[in-house]
């Protein structure tokens, strides 16, 4: 708790400021002259008296030590007052002289009954029992209980104990003796003297037992020091206890008529006594009591302060003790209860100051209250937080400051009376709240009423000297601090506004601006125009007195603009004051302002014009809504870099009269453009109010201003965003004064971007405008444009033939025309496979001039910049591109001619790059579909051929182009591991095939050894070598390769083949040739026949078991007879092997006719016939 | 009888602000304005609440000494703010939210209109006049 007296200071509440505002409140705060009075305020009349705010405790002198020069008595005394924390027992100790003359006792009332009591509490009470009267007095005194002259020294502490009680006469006070001695005592019992001798110095000093102590000064004294002091805190509770006991008695010869007062005091006597116990639950409830009791006091002018003060006292106890308790609310609503019984207890109208300073003062302490308990862990929350205790104080002071401007504008000559009717014979009051002039007097009616008007004048006129603004400021600073903690950012705000207002009427201009500045953007971009206007108004005013030019100038734009709720009248006033500072003259006083102030103020404003120096002033509108608004618009999103550049830029005044601008410019982010791009007037000062409407340089109130300007772009910005960066408005004239107005970007201000949205919102529809005229809410800004290249004039065509074919070189004929009027220069060409596609097409994807011969991978996808030449116009070339593509699929290929030409805008000559693309989808296919199949000799399918038996290979090559194809060649390359049987020669060479059609070709081949792999053997490729019908001669031949796939090959046990002729004749001998070969390493058994057939007769080896070697070959010799003619089946002959059952007569048809062609007996003339056949 | 009627857009700027002519305007329009900072925790702290158990109406916002601020938020966070003599001790809770609830339906009878733009200052005759007979009338 902090002394009463000493009010939190604004710099320990607000240093907790954070970040920018933090430096910028400092300095507001760290200004020295406020900052000193404040600190050193003594308490005034209406701070809390510190035995009130104080924690009351048990009251214990300590005699007989000396603590100067006697170490001992010293380490004693110490051990007594240091360290004194919570867990040690709550007393005040002192040390005092043994003769110390303790305070008088009046002697014991027998009668209350002529008693009448002269007021509620004395004021010295409070301080006599916290500090005056112990509760306990302890004699020290050094014996030990072998001393020699044990006689001599017990009577010297008999007379010292006797000297204490003659000063405590009539008083309950205890008495104790604590005897100092050097040696450690002996256990109770052991040491018979000192019993003895204790006894006899009990009695000799008139003590009980339990009153007298020894403090044996060895090494454990601080141990014996807490069992005394407990001791101590003992015998006082009794004390307390007794008192208690005593006040209580005399309730009973109270009457309620003449003795009210003394119901009060007595009950607030009982409580302060059990406070003093430390019972703090009986002193609350005491204390309650009290205060109802003080409510029930007849109240009348005369004593009303009085009781208000005793029932804040009270009060002020109560809500202490509900916080001790940590019952908050019952705090909360105690105060309420106060306020609201109190609320109305005016008094003397006279004095009116007097109840709001009272007001203010309780609510105060209730607020530092509050805080305590805060700091000591009590939760706060927004709504119910010191903040509000603080701010209702403020209020309150504010309310003293009006009442006392109110009672208080005595005349100058009005003198302080004489002989100071405030004064009293001891300096102080004898009871709380009671009139100096008049103490003890009971009478409702004044007995003088010409000493109690003098008496009133006396506290008007000292009231007159009370700085209430340093008050008002504290207590709000205090609620800043509070409600900041409490997540109130507007309360936090306003507080700072009436802060602000206040340092406005203490005249600390600076404070208050920059108070008045820190909040205005709060409300600003919150959109409380009226509450920003009153804060305006009055941060203008303290502009205006300290003669702060530029903060002038800003907050006269602003309460110009359509923010402010000021009247028309108002804002023509500032306009003209505005008008006349920025001809460098001074302005107008603001009305309302103290005269005094205002006459300095003018003396600054003159001193002002006369100073010469800087008086450019730029203000960037974007934090705040100026009397000007401004948007630019480019025409258009994107302009040709050959047309010239076009923007509007729209003004429009919101002020009740025109004003003349002297200068506009913007500026870009090349700021190459910026000189393009000003407007100015060579306009003298005076000119100002001249000429209002006509002229470019005006702005009609309510009118919208539309200033077109064009440049010519940059031939470089091709391709690049042009901005505006910021829009500069000049009104004043530079000689003299002028303020800049500085729009970033395309214009808008704080409030713009909400009117935006709700006019993009509405669907209002507007009055239709004369044609030069625009709504201003319809205008959109856009501040930045693009400039793009000049629109080319030249055809681009592409002529091919698709699709491409994979791996041909896909000849593309670009053809470029010029339809430019003047020749065109550096044209340049850039073609392939457009970029950004998959990345895998690009590496499959060539590109080159060169048609002649194939291209491979080291060509890149995309040629650029091929230098083509130049173009007269109407002219047109021709260039070739080929194309190679390695995989199948569509592609997109760009094709892009850009050129120089010279051009005129604005007459001004630029070179312009101008370019054209153009892109083209391509898809890829394969020329032709390869198929590759094995077959047998006899042309049936085989899923797998045999070691060392031919086979054929079958290629079939199907036309899927479009366009004719011609088959240069086709080569067979075998792998190692399959052989040709005869020459490998192509017989599709020179073969044309048109879409749909196909070739074939087969070539025999055999297997030397099966293979062990699984996937069978690889066979080797196909390369078929080819190019469109169509393509000239020198367009290389496309080789491609078609990889064969591998066949499985197996062995075989036994190979049958047959020899027979390649027909018969019906009744002529056929012999046929049976060919057995042993293909493994074994001897084979076989088991031969040949079932009849009826087309044939036969000879030869109808059945037969044979045995063939490995290696070798058994021949089997039949002469066929045929007796039918036309396609007839052979005797069928079956072969089974004894260690291969496998080995089936189907797998053997495979080798072997089945049938052969009989043809019918011819008759011998026709042999040559035959023979040709 | 409320003494002062504010209607608040989302965004927190008045759309409408009505207060007893016979006293200071600007006490109450910082008085509204101060009461934004307990209706925005109240909102903050209710926005897990399901949309349709929502409670509209936000209670006793902050008493002062003299008057008692109400607080009303709809579902758009457009805010309601009546200011009531604290000496009014005639006026419960349920009073007031019958009040609140008749100032909703007359908002949203302007919201109605197709000639008002939602974010407007209302200026609304007949809203005008259902604010008037509030801050006559003795409930």
């Known amino acids: ?1173 | 009888m409320a003494v002062c009627v504010a209607v608040i857009a989302k965004e927190n700027y008045p759309l409408y602000i009505r207060s007893t002519p016979m006293e200071n305007e600007l006490k109450f329009h910082y008085m509204v304005h101060t009461s934004l900072d307990v209706v925005d925790e109240k909102i903050s702290a209710m926005g897990k609440a399901l949309v349709d158990q929502r409670e509209l109406y936000l209670g006793l916002l902050y008493p002062t000494e003299d008057y008692k601020v109400y607080g009303y938020v709809t579902n758009s966070k457009v805010k309601f703010v009546m200011v009531v003599d604290s000496s009014n001790t005639a006026l419960r809770d349920n009073e007031i939210r019958s009040m609140f609830r008749k100032l909703h339906n007359s908002y949203t009878d302007v919201m109605c209109n197709p000639f008002y733009n939602p974010g407007d200052r209302i200026q609304s005759r007949a809203f005008d006049n259902m604010v008037t007979s509030m801050m006559i009338q003795v409930c």
């Open chain 1, 1 to 1173: 708790m902090p002394p009463p007296g000493i009010c939190y200071h604004p710099l320990s509440s607000l240093l907790e400021f954070q970040g920018a505002s933090f430096l910028r409140l400092c300095s507001l705060f760290l200004a020295p002259s406020i900052l000193r009075d404040t600190l050193n305020m003594s308490p005034t009349q209406w701070d809390f008296p510190v035995e009130l705010c104080c924690r009351p405790m048990a009251f214990v002198t300590l005699t007989g030590l000396d603590v100067v020069y006697n170490a001992v008595h010293r380490a004693v005394w110490d051990a007594f007052c240091a360290n004194r924390r919570a867990d040690r027992v709550p007393i005040s100790f002192k040390v005092l002289p043994g003769d110390h003359e303790y305070p008088k006792c009046r002697s014991k009332r027998t009668s209350y009954e002529w008693y009448i009591p002269k007021g509620i509490l004395k004021t010295g009470w409070m301080n006599k029992h916290l500090n005056l009267v112990p509760a306990l007095v302890v004699v020290f005194y050094e014996l030990d209980w072998d001393e020699p002259q044990w006689k001599e020294k017990q009577s010297e502490c008999a007379t010292r104990v006797e000297i204490v009680r003659q000063s405590l006469l009539g008083r309950n006070t205890k008495v104790a003796v604590v005897l100092i001695q050097k040696k450690t005592p002996l256990p109770p019992g052991e040491d018979v003297i000192a019993s003895e001798r204790a006894a006899a110095l009990c009695d000799a000093c008139e003590l009980s037992g339990k009153s007298l102590f020894v403090l044996p000064h060895t090494d454990h004294l601080v141990g014996y020091i807490i069992r005394l002091e407990n001791a101590f805190y003992e015998h006082a509770q009794t004390y307390y206890y007794t008192e208690i006991r005593r006040v209580k008695s005399h309730k009973e010869f109270l009457n309620k008529t003449t003795h009210q007062l003394l119901f009060v005091r007595h009950q607030f006597k009982i409580a302060f006594f059990s406070e003093l116990k430390q019972d703090t639950q009986n002193a609350l409830k005491n204390y309650r009591t009290a205060y109802n009791l003080v409510h029930e006091l007849r109240a009348h002018e005369t004593n009303i302060l009085e009781i208000k003060t005793m029932a804040g006292f009270i009060n002020y106890k109560i809500c202490r003790l509900c916080f001790q308790h940590n019952t908050p609310l019952d705090a909360i609503a105690q105060f309420r209860k106060h306020i609201d019984l109190c609320k109305k207890k005016i008094g003397s109208a006279e004095l009116s100051f007097e109840h709001a300073a009272w007001m203010s003062k309780q609510f105060q302490a209730f607020g530092d209250l509050f805080d305590e308990a805060i700091k000591l862990g009590l939760t706060a929350i927004q709504t119910q937080n010191p903040g509000f205790y603080y701010q209702q104080a403020a209020y309150y002071a504010q309310e003293r400051k009006q009442h006392a401007k109110a009672l208080c504008n005595h005349d100058a000559s009005v003198m302080y009376p004489s002989p100071d009717p405030l004064e009293t014979q001891t300096g102080a009051l004898d009871f709380y709240g009671q009139r100096s002039w008049r103490q003890g007097t009971l009478s409702f009616d004044p007995s003088d009423p010409e000493k109690e008007k003098v008496g009133i004048l006396a506290i008007q006129l000292k009231e007159r000297s009370v700085v209430h603004s340093e008050i008002i400021i504290t207590l709000l600073s205090n609620a800043v601090a509070q409600f900041k903690k409490y997540k109130c950012p507007r309360m936090k705000s306003h507080l700072m506004v009436q802060m602000g207002e206040e340092y406005y009427y203490a005249k600390d201009y600076t404070k208050a601006l920059k108070l008045l500045d820190y909040v205005m953007c709060d409300y600003r971009s919150e959109g409380w125009w009226t509450l920003l206007t009153s804060i305006l108004t009055t941060a203008l005013k303290c502009s205006y007195l300290m003669a702060q030019l530029k903060d002038y100038i800003t907050y006269s734009l602003e309460l110009l603009g359509r923010a402010s709720t000021l009247k028309d009248d108002q804002k023509s006033r500032i306009e003209k004051n505005l008008i006349n500072v920025l001809m460098n003259e001074s302005p107008d006083p603001e009305p309302d302002c103290d005269v005094l102030a205002v006459k300095t103020a003018q003396k600054l404003w003159a001193d002002r014009v006369s100073l010469a120096g800087s008086n450019v002033f730029t203000v960037g509108v974007q934090d705040f809504v100026p009397f000007v608004q401004c948007k630019a618009k480019f025409h258009t999103p994107s302009f040709h870099v050959d047309v010239p550049v076009q923007f509007d830029i729209y003004l429009k005044a919101d002020c009740p009269h025109p004003i003349r601008f002297s200068k506009l410019c913007v500026s870009f982010n090349n700021q190459e453009y910026n000189q393009f791009c000003t407007l100015e007037e060579a306009s003298k000062a005076s000119e100002v109010l001249e000429n209002l409407t006509q002229g470019k340089m005006c702005l009609v109130p309510g009118k919208t201003r539309k200033l077109l300007f064009k440049f010519v772009a940059k031939t470089e910005d091709v391709g690049k965003k042009i901005e505006i960066t910021s829009v500069d408005l000049v009104l004043g004239s530079e000689t003299g004064r002028c303020v800049v107005l500085s729009w970033q970007g395309g214009g808008g201000d704080a409030a713009s971007s909400q009117e935006a949205l709700q006019a993009a919102r509405s669907f209002k529809r507007r009055p239709k405008l004369p044609d030069n005229e625009v709504h201003w809410d319809s205008i959109i800004i856009q501040s930045s444009t693009m400039i793009i290249s000049r629109v080319p004039n030249i055809s681009v065509h592409l002529r091919h033939e698709p699709p491409a074919l994979t791996n041909e070189m896909y000849c593309l004929v670009v053809t470029v025309q010029s339809h430019e009027k003047t020749q065109i220069r550096d044209v340049k060409l850039t073609a392939g496979l457009k970029p950004g596609q998959d990345a895998n097409l690009t590496q499959k994807t060539h590109v080159t001039l060169c048609g002649t011969e194939l291209c491979d991978e080291s060509y890149p996808a995309l040629l650029t910049d091929i230098p083509v030449g130049d173009l007269r116009p109407g002219e047109q070339l021709e260039k070739k591109i080929y194309v190679r593509c390695g995989t199948i699929g569509s592609r997109m290929f760009l094709v892009y001619v850009s050129y120089l030409i010279n051009t005129t805008v604005e007459e001004k000559e630029i070179i312009c790059r101008c370019h054209k693309d153009e892109t083209v989808t391509i898809e890829t296919v394969f020329p032709f579909d390869v198929a590759v199949k094995f077959v047998s000799m006899k042309f049936e399918h085989l899923e797998r051929v045999y070691a060392d038996i031919p086979f054929l290979l079958m290629a079939d090559l199907l036309s899927a182009s479009p366009w004719a194809l011609t088959l240069v060649s086709s080569e067979l390359r075998l792998a190692p591991s399959v052989m040709a049987v005869d020459q490998l020669e192509s017989h599709v060479d020179q073969v044309v095939l048109q879409t749909g059609e196909s070739a074939s070709e087969c070539f025999c081949l055999q297997c030397p050894s099966a293979g062990n792999l699984e996937g069978g053997v690889a066979t080797g490729h196909y390369i078929i070598s080819w190019k469109r019908t169509s393509a000239m001669e020198n367009i290389p031949v496309i080789s491609t390769v078609i990889t064969l796939p591998h066949v499985i090959v197996e062995n075989i046990p036994l190979h049958v083949n047959a020899d027979l002729p390649s027909f018969g004749r019906v009744r002529e001998s056929l012999p046929v040739k049976y060919h057995l070969q042993n293909k493994t390493n074994l001897v084979q058994d076989v088991e031969i026949s040949v079932e009849p057939s009826d087309a044939f007769m036969f000879s030869g080896l109808k059945q037969i078991r044979l045995r063939i070697l490995p290696g070798t070959e058994q021949e089997m010799l039949y002469n066929f007879y045929p007796l039918m003619a036309g396609y007839q089946p052979l005797p069928s002959l079956s072969i089974s092997l004894l260690r291969f059952p496998n080995f089936t007569n189907q797998l053997l048809r495979r080798f072997i006719p089945t049938s052969i062609f009989v043809k019918p007996q011819g008759r011998l003339a026709d042999d040559a016939s035959i023979a040709a056949a």
